[in-house]
């Protein structure tokens, strides 16, 4: 079973950036936005709300991007979260 990190780039598509959307976290791990949004309920990740938009603090964006791990199981790929 090969083990990855999901965040080997999460620095560069939040440089710059205060927050970044649930949608671009969840493109950026792999993941739906449903899932991110199971992370949230869990307390994973802390969101504001900027107008119609939902918003992750970039820093803690990239602790959970660097917690994300992908793993093979059978002919799938799997993103957990450790």
């Known amino acids: ?3 990855a990190t ?6 560069a598509i939040l ?11 969840a493109e950026k791990a792999g993941v739906s936005r449903a899932t991110i949004y199971a992370h949230i309920e ?6 504001k ?4 938009y939902t918003v992750i603090e970039a820093a ?3 602790r959970f991007l660097k917690r994300l791990r992908t793993i093979r199981l059978g002919n799938r790929d ?3 979260y450790q």
């Open 1 to 3: 079973m090969a083990e």
């Open 6 to 11: 999901a965040s080997a780039s999460a620095p």
């Open 15 to 25: 440089e710059g950036a205060d927050y970044i959307t649930v949608k671009k976290i």
């Open 42 to 47: 869990r307390g994973n990740l802390t969101v």
């Open 49 to 52: 709300k900027v107008g119609f």
């Open 60 to 62: 803690d964006a990239i």
């Open 78 to 80: 799997i993103v957990i």
